[in-house]
Antibody
């Protein structure tokens, strides 16, 4: 059974940082692109970033470029999202998902940016 | 950047047909995926690559794409189909992705 479990969310002040993690199981993690999606409270889904199987290619939505970094550790079957210079508008539930058709999603981790 | 446009909301009576549209300039060349998100839940893939229904999704869900518009059709909508629906597609050589704004479907 495929499982994706996010962790690392929390409350942080504007300008602060967080590191989100996503632990994958039930499939060969190193063979798949992976994606982060976020959803602010009461708002729609927003694609945030994705990363190639070997980590050699990474892509971001314009609003997070230069502030967020996606990475992965295939030896640990784990995906990460480093969030720096956080703003109030980054407050959201962050989901990791297996790329392509996004058929598999985690339960999400909540990030709240507030002073 | 690139945008996918969906109607914000629609209402349908039980047993009637709901057609949810998604428009985007690149849709003639890119697949569209559709997700159903019920209140407080994680999104669920209900249609892949324009018209491929994943295992476990009821047959009343179907998808199509023509020109710059993709459509998710719920034939004989049920009360349990009440949810937000999002389309999703790629652009910029397939490296970047975007969701539509979502359509809130009310079945009553």
């Amino acid at each position: 059974e495929v499982q994706l479990v996010e962790s690392g969310g929390g409350s942080v002040q504007p300008g602060g940082s967080l590191r989100l993690s996503c632990a994958a199981s039930g499939f060969t993690f190193s063979r798949y692109w992976m994606t982060w999606v976020r959803q602010a409270a009461g708002k729609g889904l927003e694609w945030v970033a994705n990363i190639k199987e070997d980590g050699s290619e990474k892509f971001y939505v314009d609003s997070v470029k230069g502030r967020f970094t996606i990475s992965r550790d295939n030896a640990k079957d784990s995906l990460y999202l480093q969030l720096n210079s956080l703003r109030a508008e980054d407050s959201a539930v962050y989901y990791c998902a297996r790329s392509g058709d996004l058929v598999y999603w985690g339960q999400g981790t909540l990030v709240t940016v507030s002073s | 950047s690139y945008e996918l446009t969906q109607p914000p909301s629609m209402s349908v009576s039980p047993g009637q047909t709901a057609r949810i549209t998604c428009s985007g300039d690149l849709l003639p060349k890119k697949y569209v995926y559709w997700y159903q998100q019920k209140s407080g839940q994680v999104p669920v893939l209900v249609m892949s690559e324009d018209n491929k229904r994943p295992s476990g999704i009821p047959e009343r869900f179907s998808g199509s794409s023509s020109g710059t518009m993709a459509t998710l059709t719920i034939s004989g909508a049920q009360v349990e189909d009440e949810a937000d629906y999002y389309c999703y597609s790629s652009y910029d050589s397939g490296d970047l992705w975007v969701f539509g704004g979502g359509t809130k479907v009310t079945v009553l």
